[in-house]
């Protein structure tokens, strides 16, 4: 982890936890159900203060508490449009396989890059702080797999643009034997030329 990045990383990871205190909560204009608030967003009274962590313009963490549900959102640094490409087609790549994730929503936040849902089922299940751990991991290693995706990328484009701009050497499609006798050179040509207009 850079030193630019670890006081970034260490003030989302503290407001993740503070955050991160949910409890099982009904839904009040539902009976027996039990919703996370965030999302349904139908009592205003149960929702927290949002908060955002920003490191600069291009890159901000958006934390939305409520009684029983929080949703993070991540915004990816894209300083290019190489990386813009990239990022949306990383971040595509995991929503489709959201299930597998648990707490990964399939549409992030407008705004944002993905998002998160964690709620209080998750942390009965899990332990609160290696979901947080799970969180800060995935931002710590997505700036380094979108680096390494554009220098994969720049590399390869590098490779087609010199094969492609590489003079091609004249070659001959086949070889004449001049010591061969007369006839024999007049029989190759006429196989040839038959082979070439059928």
Aim: hydrophobic share 40%; aromatic share 10%; with cysteine.
């Amino acid at each position: 982890m850079s030193q630019s990045l670890r006081p970034y990383l260490q003030c989302v990871r503290s407001s993740l936890t503070a955050a991160m205190s949910l409890s099982n909560f009904a839904s009040q204009a539902s009976e027996r159900h039990n919703v996370p608030e965030i999302e349904a967003q139908t009592s205003p009274e149960v929702l927290l203060n949002p908060l955002t962590v920003s490191r600069n313009e291009n890159e901000r963490v958006f934390i939305e508490p409520s009684v029983n549900s929080i949703r993070v959102s991540i915004r990816i640094k894209q300083a290019d449009e190489i990386e813009h490409i990239l990022v949306h087609k990383f971040t595509r790549f995991l929503t489709q396989r959201a299930e597998s994730f648990f707490i990964l929503r399939r549409k992030p936040v407008k705004g944002y890059d993905i998002s998160f849902l964690i709620t209080n089922f998750h942390t009965e299940e899990m332990l609160k702080h290696k979901l947080v751990d799970f969180i800060i991991q995935f931002m710590e290693e997505v700036d380094k797999e979108i680096s390494e995706m554009k220098l994969f990328l720049n590399a390869r484009a590098r490779f087609v643009a010199e094969s492609f701009l590489t003079p091609v050497r004249p070659f001959l499609l086949f070889s004449i034997d001049y010591s061969a006798p007369r006839s024999v050179l007049l029989q190759g040509l006429c196989i040839w030329t038959w082979r070439c207009t059928t």
